[in-house]
């Protein structure tokens, strides 16, 4: 009969109706807590919404069986689609399967096949199988069982006659190459023709409503052109993006409607916009360096390491960040950059003097093409009338003398000033890299 | 009659019955994109918590009236009393207030002192009011008021028979200050008479299964105690999180039982225990500094000034950290630290000998108490056979001659490997400080 089988994903190839609609059930108690979050269903969302399928809902519950019940049957009312993420462990409190099975009155019957899979993995690792894991070999009659190469927790995809019912572990890194694989095979043939493309745009130098302000006559006109493209604005400390999005059957005109669509915004937005796919502020500054093989130096008062730290989380960042140095005490300034104890003395630490005092000599003595410098007030303590908390002077010196210096007055905590001052330093070093290489703009 | 008016939250004290079962439907279609997750369910979670308010589902939905209203009738049938967030703005995508009323056969009204009061704020701005704004003025008959001195969006309180329907506004600066005063108020009123006391606990140094093997038979035995501790353990790169909770009626027994609790898990531990009152190892470190009027500089290599961001992150850092140094390039390490270059030709830039040289280095020229070096190889370039990705040494170099070195190897990609050796790395030092000051043990 209909007994349920370990198949390859890829040999597995449904037919019925379209799905355009999902939900999504994240089951734990932990993620009822307060330090714990659902992250999968965002993992879920981006590869479905790739195949042009809307996610209308998500819900989470916990290891109770009545709120899994309540929330699936509430799922399966609203949506073609509903994935449940978690609660298919080895524990009596994993209850998914049971709770799935019993609503849509399938019996639960063990598949030695799974068991002895699992069986395997444990004497692989030579362990014996612990009989709790037992309960993972349960399938309800009529699913399909998807390989699980990460975990002992079987996928499994419950065909009926309205919808369809995808039971997925919780762990990420069991989940995810889970449905990637759905996502190519079974997922792809039942959605729509349409696909989604992509595109992240990021601004530095501009504030959110700056960035609206300039882009919407532009995207506006964009909702009633043929292809449509869909807009998100997000912000965050130093930073605007822009996601860009088209579904269409053909990859081709989608990807040129994009390149038409950023070619739009890069008009109003100019050299603001770092980056058309996706980069972050020190990948495209450490491409500017490596592709003019030059060297970086930083100096850091009160940023503290995280302009370095930015800079080097970038792999191979070794070939152009050669040294940096955080100078928090005065005397630090004098010794390691050679910043003059009379210019602090006049224009206090916090100063573009005494910035660009700091970019030059780090330049110098690290003998690198360019030096970044910042120094500032971080808070919460050390503001006054003239030089308030979020106070930040930030240099960059680099060949042929070129050398700049600003001041910017951030707002926000601690935290919000390193992070808004060290991608302000990013930036006016990105730029001046462009200006360097005579090729303004966003990459 | 029963006509709606702005209340002060600490005027209300409603009567009936005790809450204790909550749901929270968040409202927003950005809360379905790939790129924006519900947050403010994490703080109402917190909050209701503390109440002895337990949250047993959370639902997320976009602007739209079908989605919102099966939602909210779901939480209805699940939880005494329902938090909505969201979806009360001036613009026609906010569709809360029109939801709920509906769904609860309420009529709107406008109420003209909200409208005035939203008008003032507007003004006070040198603005007038845009006409939409007056929405946030439409109030379902019967309800009470909720004050937002942070937005123009009020909150609502209805009181039904077998439920108390909350509505707050989206951005977590409205709604946390607006929960809060709910919470001491009303709220408080309306929950049992236990209330909720944690203690958070950060161990670093070991495996969460090791930690898991020495505390459950602690925390096992207190599921049977008169007033049972629950226990939660998370796990983050290079440290392990254990979350206490008791609820009781009474304070102080709470305090006491916590107090015996920690107790007992010091006991198991031992100094791996950083941390009983939920303190980061930067803070803990940034303490002990400053309790010996010490100072201590920082000679980075693969950690690229992560470790001097992390304890400049701490406000006050400026007392206890003098400078640091990132030497990516050999030649830094020998300029900047008085690396031997020989040593570095002799045992590799990645080796015990180095790291104690770029420590004692560091420390002689910054003249510091103390000095923290990390030298080794992030990835996902540089590895070898003998040294491997995620090879680290680390030393700490001390007053009195104290010094100390060890290499690590550790798993995950770049940052994952830059996020465990700065924890470990700020780790040795907060042993070493310990051991100077002969009071070892969390604080």
Chains 1, 2 share one sequence.
Request: aromatic share 4%; with cysteine; hydrophobic share 40%.
């Amino acid at each position: 009969v209909d007994r349920a089988r370990v198949v390859r994903v890829t040999s597995f190839d449904p037919a019925g109706r379209t799905l355009r609609k999902a939900a999504v059930v994240a089951v734990g108690s932990e993620l009822l807590t307060p330090w714990r979050i659902d992250t999968n269903s965002l993992y879920v969302t981006e590869r479905l919404d790739d195949l042009g399928i809307e996610v209308v809902m998500k819900a989470v519950v916990g290891d109770s069986a009545e709120e899994i019940d309540a929330a699936f049957r509430q799922a399966l009312h609203r949506a073609h689609l509903v994935v449940l993420t978690g609660g298919l462990g080895p524990t009596a409190d994993d209850l998914t399967r049971d709770v799935v099975s019993a609503a849509l009155d399938l019996t639960l019957e063990e598949d030695e096949t799974i068991t002895a899979r699992i069986r395997a993995r444990f004497e692989a690792r030579g362990w014996r199988m612990p009989e709790n894991n037992r309960r993972q070999a349960m399938v309800p009659r009529g699913a399909q069982v998807i390989e699980n190469p990460n975990g002992t927790a079987p996928g499994l995809w419950i065909e009926r006659k309205d919808a369809v019912v995808l039971m997925l572990p919780g762990p990420p890194r069991e989940l995810q190459p889970m449905l990637d694989r759905l996502v190519t095979g079974p997922l792809a043939a039942r959605s729509g023709p349409e696909r989604l493309r992509r595109r992240v745009l990021r601004i530095a130098g501009r504030a959110e409503s700056h960035v609206e302000e300039l882009t919407q006559p532009v995207y506006s006109a964009w909702q009633s052109q043929d292809l449509p493209i869909d807009t998100t604005i997000l912000a965050a400390p130093g930073q605007i993006e822009l996601h860009l999005s088209v579904r269409t059957p053909d990859p081709e005109t989608g990807q040129r409607r994009l390149d038409q669509a950023v070619q739009e915004l890069r008009g109003v937005l100019g050299r603001d916009l770092f980056t058309v796919d996706g980069k972050l502020l020190e990948e495209v500054v450490g491409e500017l360096l490596r592709s003019r093989a030059e060297r970086v130096a930083i100096a850091e008062s009160c940023t503290g390491g995280l302009v370095a730290s930015r800079l080097t989380d970038v792999p191979g960042s070794s070939e152009y960040v050669e040294r940096g140095v955080v100078c928090y005490s005065n005397a630090s300034k004098v010794e390691l950059l050679g910043v003059a104890a009379s210019l602090i003395d006049e224009h206090g630490a916090v100063s573009e003097p005494v910035a660009s005092a700091m970019a030059a000599g780090m330049r110098e003595r690290a003998r690198t093409d360019w030096a970044v410098a910042v120094t500032g007030i971080a808070g919460p303590g050390g503001g006054s009338d003239l030089k308030p908390v979020g106070t930040v002077a930030i240099a960059v010196a680099g060949p042929l003398g070129r050398a700049r210096v600003k001041t910017v007055r951030f707002p926000g905590g601690r935290l919000q000033v390193k992070t808004q001052a060290s991608q302000v330093a990013l930036d006016l070093l990105r730029r001046m890299l462009e200006d360097a290489s005579g090729s303004p703009g966003a990459r």
